[in-house]
């Protein structure tokens, strides 16, 4: 029926809606993050003028910093994510003119084609938010029977995937200042692991 395929596109674009705004948040966290980390390391070299790595260090950051800032505000999250709330809120009209329609009998042919219009109005959803819709509305029910239709095994496995990856490209972008000073600097990492290590064995032997 025409107002189960507008519900679940609705349910579909709050969670795209969702998605975007956390890349929102976590950019500007991430930037923030980037940037601070930066100024703690030229800071740290501040006095280590003989250190060949304290310019890397800073050059390395300060690119780093623009290249994000850059590309995370050519993203746009929030004014898409604003775009996509716009359209699933006329998405709620035509859902309750569905029901209206379907209940009396009446041709749904016009209300078909204003739902097509209102699908190119706003960017579309990621192949995983469809998955991931269906999979927290199963579980979000207290009655699973009345959801129709009901999320494939494939569909459950798209959407736990998709989470997965996704904390863990989060993560890595959160680590990567990490990575590019264990890259810069690896050899008094290395030398200082290995003290921590072999005093810790001391303290296990004592």
Request: hydrophobic share 40%.
């Amino acid at each position: 029926m025409l107002s189960n395929a507008i519900w679940w596109t609705r349910q579909t674009r709050i969670r795209t809606e969702r998605r975007l705004l956390s890349n929102a948040f976590h950019s500007q966290v991430i930037l923030f993050w980037y940037s601070f980390y930066s100024v703690a390391v030229s800071i740290y070299y501040l006095n280590e003028t003989s250190d060949p790595n304290s310019n890397k260090y800073w050059l390395i950051y300060s690119v780093l910093v623009l290249v994000v800032s850059g590309f995370m505000n050519g993203l746009s999250y929030k004014e898409r994510a604003a775009s996509v709330k716009e359209n699933y809120e006329h998405l709620k009209t035509l859902y309750v003119r569905a029901i209206e329609f379907e209940k009396t009998g009446q041709s749904c042919v016009g209300l078909a084609e204003e739902y097509e219009v209102a699908l190119n109005k706003c960017e579309n959803q990621a192949p995983a938010d469809y998955p991931e819709a269906l999979y927290d509305t199963f579980n979000s029910v207290s009655d699973q029977l009345k959801v129709n239709p009901h999320p494939t095994q494939y569909q459950i496995d798209i959407a736990l995937k998709n989470r997965k990856y996704r904390k863990l490209y989060i993560g890595s972008l959160y680590m990567l200042p990490f990575a590019i000073t264990v890259l810069l600097n690896g050899n008094d990492i290395v030398n200082f692991v290995v003290k921590c290590m072999r005093f810790l064995a001391k303290l296990g032997c004592n």
